[in-house]
């Protein structure tokens, strides 16, 4: 396949990144001589350790529950399809936005939400009084960026993956002030620049931020049946999902069960992509925007029409309520919460329990978060079991 000179193998927007333009590495690199800059963050993101975690640890539902729901890794490959497949259509990087969907949840702690709330807490409790790690707590946006910035070990001259700014920018989505104001003193005008003085990510960043949402609203709704937790019958009181499921039945009358369920989802997961696409390309034009420096000034561009907006946040609500609230994901989280508390509380009694390397590191609190978010499920879930004798999930 021929590609054009910033190594994208479809033609570019004027407001695309280009990784010829990029604000470039950390520590600086020669470029690698048959793939752009994106390409090789990309790649280097694949072959981390991190990345192949993602395998063992929760989206919605434990590892052990079941072989066929989604996982952080299939959710990660999700995301970086809708992405790529929008990004086309937009004329965006692929290979940036791939990069940013494939490292978007690297720093997920074992048990998903709940994990990082429990890390969370035991941080704002239990690491010393007055210390940064106190208050900075335990996030796991900030997470993904400290695996590719600090924590993977595969570079003889740096630590981390040394990935391009633009991908470090759309890795750190979300950040408080607080914790930008820390990253700000140590990288100034860097990626937590504009959480603290305004201004846009790139447009492929924004696009990572809603394939995400699309991919699990959609996913979550499967994996909901699929557990049991949710049925179609619940699900047809959603306007959105209830307009494909008619859709649907409309094409195919005879449609019922497992494949009605699947059509209505592919039938929502093209439409959302095409409002985004037919949205998204509105408002780059009414913004009368030319170039990537331009997207910077502005307020999100990449985005849902007004209507699919006020459907998504609807569904959002509903597997709020019903999926990540059922009592039975409430009983899991519960105990999850329990395994990554007492799994701290014994790390910072006993930290000879550690493994040497983060046993020996100065912030012993921070070391620990590190470790703890590093675990798989079900790696957490056999260590917690050895230090306290305690059976937590069968
Ligand atoms: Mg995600």
Request: aromatic share 8%; glycine share 6%.
């Amino acid at each position: 396949m021929s590609t054009t000179p910033s190594g994208s193998s479809h033609s570019l927007a004027s407001y695309a990144m280009d990784p010829a333009n990029s604000r470039g590495r950390r520590v600086f690199e020669p470029p690698a001589p048959t793939r752009n800059a994106y390409q090789r963050d990309r790649d280097r993101i694949i072959h981390s350790t991190a990345f192949r975690r993602l395998v063992y640890k929760t989206q919605v539902f434990l590892n052990h529950e079941g072989d066929l729901f989604r996982t952080r890794l299939t959710h990660s490959l999700e995301v970086a399809q809708l992405g790529r497949s929008i990004a086309r259509s937009l004329q965006l990087h692929e290979d940036l936005v791939e990069a940013i969907a494939l490292a978007h949840d690297l720093g997920h702690t074992p048990f998903g939400h709940a994990g990082q709330e429990a890390l969370n807490a035991c941080m704002r409790a239990l690491a010393p009084v007055g210390s940064d790690d106190r208050n900075s707590g335990f996030e796991h946006n900030l997470q993904s960026l400290r695996v590719v910035d600090a924590l993977e070990e595969r570079y003889p001259d740096f630590d981390g993956l040394n990935l391009c700014f633009e991908t470090r920018e759309g890795i750190l989505k979300h950040c408080s002030r607080a914790r930008a104001e820390r990253l700000e003193a140590v990288e100034p005008g860097g990626v937590a620049a504009r959480f603290l003085y305004g201004g846009s990510p790139s447009l492929e960043a924004q696009l990572c931020n809603l394939a995400d949402e699309i991919a699990y609203n959609a996913h979550d709704i499967d994996d909901g049946v699929r557990s049991g937790l949710l049925s179609l019958e619940q699900l047809q009181a959603v306007p959105l999902f209830e307009r494909y499921c008619h859709r649907a039945l409309q094409l195919h009358p005879k449609l019922q069960g497992r494949r009605l369920l699947f059509e209505s989802i592919r039938l929502m997961l093209s439409d959302q992509v095409y409002d985004v696409i037919d949205a998204t390309r509105k408002r780059l034009l009414d913004a009368g925007v030319h170039s990537a420096a331009d997207v910077r000034q502005l307020p999100p561009l990449v985005g849902f029409s007004e209507a699919m907006r006020a459907d998504s946040r609807h569904l959002k609500a509903f597997l709020f309520r019903h999926l990540y609230r059922h009592p039975k994901v409430l009983d899991t989280t519960a105990r999850a919460r329990q395994v990554v508390t007492e799994l701290f509380d014994c790390y910072k009694e006993q930290a000879h329990e550690l493994p040497a390397a983060y046993a020996q590191r100065p912030r012993r609190a921070r070391a620990i978060a590190d470790y703890i978010a590093g675990m798989t499920d079900r790696y957490a879930i056999r260590e917690h079991q050895r230090l306290s004798g305690k059976v937590m999930f069968e």
